[in-house]
């Protein structure tokens, strides 16, 4: 990357991180809420996007990271009291470890069978949080009790019903996240991975190693979506089973190709338009989902590289 | 009821299941090995078979066998006819291109569950089986119409076989299936029978969806158990392998069976699920690996 792409990208990211931080001070509560919510499903989406965008492998069993962070974290905290700082670290822990492994396995695979075997593997986790309903309570789900609702750090206390707080812990996760990608990706291992994606071929002929830049992706991935669920669980004090659900795997697929694979602020387009496309049409009818397959195909026929993607062919080459 | 009997029955609901799986799973194997398309909106086509039969059974007066009659011409017809369009305006388009086709009917699958939401209704309706009889053993009675299902894959399967093997349509398939330019170059159109082969697999899943609906009860989220049973089927079976896809159905239908009698239907998914995965990560070079090239 040259000296002004790096600038301008810094710049974008920082102007559009400000905007969010402004915005809490102009929206409507009930929109508050919403982009508390959007920008946890954003993570989830960047987490996803580090995957497809920067190393071109796509997976469709994410929700199974999304899942194991949200499980992780609220597991922990409804059976065993866990503070909340802790059972969130815990979580992150865990759906990076849980990348690690089925990463090590299922990277051995290429292109559709890749595909298939994620599917695969998210399907059994699915079905272990439905078989274990002794502890996770199945599709009902658990809602955390009162006591998860507030955490205490350094003699402070957050409180978890304040939706201020909740948009800016979402916030600053959020922030995190970009500044740890837009960093990685920056560095030399992150070059490797845009390497791999452009020529994996070529790439190993020059002596680097894919399988292991590949499986650093999927942790890394892997980690940023269990941090989105773990954010998710603890935020909205409930764990239920949709969340490991296939739908939660298309999900980030579809904000992913809706914003542009493999650039950064893209996801966040792509569950802005999606969500706030979601939630006015589950007004109108109960089969909102709809707008996920027509939008889907649309995207894949005519916008395959996405909003962003489409911009920077156009008119911004310089965008990460 | 003692272990012997329990067995029996058992097996004899696997063999049910087995028998479903078969039709659906023959459906899925077809569209993969002449197009190299994984068809991901096979079970909304299982779906659509089971509430067009719910559809026909209530607008046709009259013994049920008729409404069931109906169903089993009409549901492949227009589940056909759907697939055929999709193919055309979608597939096609995208030059069936392995990653971006998986995408397109994740598409396909939302568009077609949610429409029958919106048409049919969240509730899951019963259709009456064409017959009543009860086969009695010594131990417990038995839907004959369950033996009637399988007896209908049974001469299903030979259908198929009989058409890929001795009919000239079977040659085109198969030798577009052996080798797309080849056969292009000798004057085959490929591409048009690529769009008959996904209607015709899309028909066989609805075959499977009329088939079922009077056992399962007709609903508009019925479509995810076939599709990742067949994808299990289709995998361990050989891609485009009709015989191993027999094979694999009976197996995974049979074990699928027992170990949802004597354990639970969960736990039974899990399982076969998670060493299917396994199997295609441990087999690179087979299955979806060859068919790259």
């Not at chain 1, 470890?97 to 595909?115: E, K, Q, Y």
């Not at chain 1, 948009?167 to 991975?193: D, I, K, M, P, W």
């Not at chain 2, 198969?174 to 899309?202: H, K, L, W």
């Not at chain 2, 990742?228 to 197996?251: N, R």
Request: charged content about 10%; proline content about 3%; hydrophobic content about 60%.
């Amino acid at each position: 990357m040259t000296k002004s792409a790096y600038r301008n990208n810094l710049v974008l990211n920082a102007g559009v991180l400000l905007m969010l931080f402004v915005l809490q001070f102009v929206l409507p509560d009930y929109h508050v809420l919403m982009a508390t919510r959007m920008m946890v499903l954003a993570v989830f989406a960047l987490g996803f996007n580090a995957l497809l965008g920067y190393i071109g492998l796509l997976s469709l069993g994410h929700a199974m990271f999304f899942a194991a962070g949200l499980y992780g974290a609220g597991l922990t905290v409804y059976h065993f009291g866990w503070s909340l700082p802790f059972a969130f670290g815990f979580a992150v822990l865990a759906s990076a470890v849980v990348a690690l492994v089925i990463g090590a396995v299922a990277l051995r695979t290429i292109r559709v069978s890749f595909m298939i075997v994620t599917l695969m593997f998210a399907q059994v986790a699915y079905l272990m949080v439905i078989y274990f309903a002794e502890w996770t309570n199945g599709q009902e789900g658990l809602s955390l009790p009162m006591s998860a609702r507030a955490v205490d750090l350094f003699g402070w206390t957050l409180d978890l019903s304040s939706a201020v707080t909740r948009y800016n812990l979402a916030f600053l996760l959020l922030a995190l996240c970009l500044v740890l990608l837009f960093a990685y990706l920056a560095s030399a291992r992150g070059r490797v991975a845009t390497a791999i994606r452009d020529n994996e071929g070529r790439t190993e002929m020059l002596g680097f190693n894919v399988f292991s830049g590949k499986l650093e992706m999927f942790v890394i991935s892997g980690a940023m979506s269990g941090a989105a669920g773990a954010a998710y669980g603890l935020l909205f004090g409930y764990i239920g089973s949709t969340f490991a659900s296939f739908q939660y795997s298309i999900e980030a697929l579809l904000f992913t190709l809706l914003g542009g694979a493999g650039t950064l602020i893209g996801p966040l387009l792509g569950v802005l338009l999606m969500v706030a496309m979601i939630d006015k049409l589950s007004e109108l009818t109960s089969a909102y989902l709809l707008v996920i397959g027509v939008v889907l195909i649309v995207v894949i026929l005519w916008f395959p590289k996405g909003i962003l993607g489409t911009v920077r062919e156009r008119w911004a080459p310089w965008l990460l | 009821m003692a272990l012997g009997p329990y067995l029996f029955l058992a097996t004899l609901e696997g063999l049910v299941q087995a028998a479903v799986l078969c039709i659906t799973a023959a459906g899925l194997s077809l569209v993969f090995g002449v197009m190299r398309v994984v068809n991901v909106a096979h079970g909304e086509f299982v779906m659509l078979g089971a509430v067009i039969a719910w559809f026909a059974a209530s607008l046709v007066t009259g013994h049920p066998a008729i409404g069931f009659a109906v169903a089993l011409v009409i549901s492949p017809v227009i589940v056909g006819a759907i697939a055929f369009a999709g193919e055309r305006l979608i597939l096609k388009r995208l030059d069936y291109n392995p990653e971006a086709t998986i995408v397109a009917t994740i598409g396909l699958l939302y568009i077609l569950q949610q429409t029958v939401l919106i048409v049919y209704g969240p509730d899951a309706r019963p259709v009456d089986p064409p017959f009543y009889y009860t086969i009695r053993f010594p131990w417990f009675g038995y839907s004959s119409y369950k033996l009637f299902v399988i007896a209908a894959a049974i001469v299903i399967m030979g259908a198929i076989w009989f058409v890929l093997q001795k009919t000239r349509a079977g040659l085109i398939m198969r030798a577009a299936q052996f080798d797309r330019e080849t056969a292009q170059a000798f004057g085959i159109p490929v591409d048009r029978v690529s769009a008959v082969v996904f209607a015709a697999g899309a028909g066989l899943a609805a075959l499977a969806g009329v088939l079922v609906v009077p056992i399962q009860q007709a609903h508009y989220l019925m479509g995810a158990d076939p599709l990742l049973l067949s994808f299990i089927v289709v995998i361990i079976g050989g891609l485009g392998s009709m015989s191993g896809t027999v094979v694999a159905a009976i197996l995974i239908g049979l074990s699928d069976g027992i170990l949802s009698v004597m354990f639970s239907p969960t736990l039974a998914k899990m399982v076969s699920t998670l060493l299917v995965a396994l199997v295609l990560v441990f087999r690179p070079n087979g299955l979806f690996g060859k068919a790259e090239r």
